[in-house]
């Protein structure tokens, strides 16, 4: 790392804290136990005031905020703790120093772009996390046998993850053609059989839809895949942003910005409609459904929620678990056995056999 430069920008430097203890000066730490900050050193635990009231931010398209910053753009931070001088990325919102290894958590006047209004704390602890993760290993029947009996008691990292959340009241108007089946008897003597046949239908109509809390996540260190099938947060139970609910967390700062996201929200939003509208119509199979939409009393939310993300390597390749933070619910990716899966192949060909060979001789 190039010092002088380090020194000749030291008066640009992000401003960071770490929460010391009031008894002893140790660090704190979020615990998730108790909702409160903990010492790591003396055990003293100091009190956390929550606030529920996370403010809803009012947008409309045509003067939309966008991203304030480069994602990746380096900074300069003196760590809180052993004073040394490093560099972090702009989308580092609590990070560890490299040297001491202590997490710092950046100022609220020097987080650059859209600053978070609220955070959903940590309720799943290292150790619960651990035993989730056992049972769900556990749990699947394919795994080797041998990494059932694996300890998850250091392999999984606490992490706030960025997400933004959505609010519109929508009013669509929707023109399309579905069809119903029905079926007919066709033929005669041994060639009488039953056919299936489609009715088609022109639709057209209105539609009115509250939408609350549609969720896009806006970071890149939990994917997609594991974003929709496990943030199940109560995102209207959030908290204000605190920076002391970081405490003893990595956390990320946005990589999709606002606009972005808002786009990826309209497509989720069009995909509820579409999916309302064939519900109502009780059709069997579409043809189209053209839907024009417009938004109205829209809102967003910049939220931070809390992830544990694991790795682990079997047999020289690497396989990865996400565990929501709020509620426990898991993940990933694991190997599979390939004798597990050939004795199931045999069994089930037997099976097949057997079946065929009794039908046979009926």
């Not at 790591?40 to 947008?59: A, D, P, Y």
Request: aromatic share 14%; with cysteine.
């Amino acid at each position: 790392m190039n010092t002088s430069k380090l020194q000749h920008q030291e008066n640009q430097d992000v401003g960071v804290i770490q929460f010391k203890c009031n008894a002893c000066g140790g660090h704190l730490v979020f615990d998730p136990a108790s909702q409160e900050l903990a010492c790591q050193f003396c055990g003293n635990v100091q009190s956390l005031t929550e606030s529920k009231i996370v403010s809803e931010k009012t947008f409309d398209e045509s003067s939309f905020l966008v991203n304030e910053f480069e994602t990746g753009e380096v900074e300069i931070y003196r760590c809180d703790n052993c004073g040394s001088i490093s560099e972090k990325s702009t989308d580092g919102l609590a990070f560890h120093c490299p040297y001491c290894k202590s997490i710092n958590v950046v100022l609220d006047k020097d987080i650059k772009g859209i600053k978070p209004t609220g955070v959903i704390p940590f309720k799943v602890d290292e150790a619960q996390v651990a035993e989730i993760a056992k049972k769900w290993i556990k749990g699947r029947f394919f795994a080797p046998s041998k990494i059932k009996k694996t300890r998850f008691d250091t392999f999984f990292k606490g992490i706030y993850s960025p997400c933004w959340t959505f609010d519109s009241q929508t009013t669509s108007t929707y023109h399309g053609r579905v069809g119903y089946h029905y079926t007919v008897t066709v033929g005669s003597g041994k060639n009488r059989r039953t056919v299936r046949k489609t009715r088609w239908k022109m639709i057209s109509g209105n539609l009115d839809y509250n939408f609350d809390d549609v969720k896009i996540n806006a970071g890149n260190k939990v994917s997609d895949k594991a974003f929709s099938e496990i943030a199940n947060y109560e995102t209207n139970n959030a908290n204000d942003y605190k920076k002391e609910f970081l405490a003893g967390f990595s956390a990320m700062h946005y990589s999709v910005g606002v606009k972005e996201a808002w786009n990826e929200a309209k497509e989720e939003i069009r995909s509820v409609l579409y999916d309302e509208i064939k519900s109502n119509s009780r059709a069997d199979v579409v043809s189209y459904i053209n839907i024009s939409t417009d938004y109205s009393q829209s809102t967003y939310k910049y939220l931070l929620l809390p992830f544990w993300l694991g790795q682990y390597y079997y047999n020289e390749k690497n396989y990865g678990a996400v565990v929501n933070g709020q509620s426990g619910a898991i993940w990933g990716s694991y190997p599979k056995s390939p004798l597990k899966i050939a004795v199931l192949s045999l069994i089930s060909l037997a099976l097949i056999g057997g079946l065929a060979y009794f039908l046979s001789n009926w």
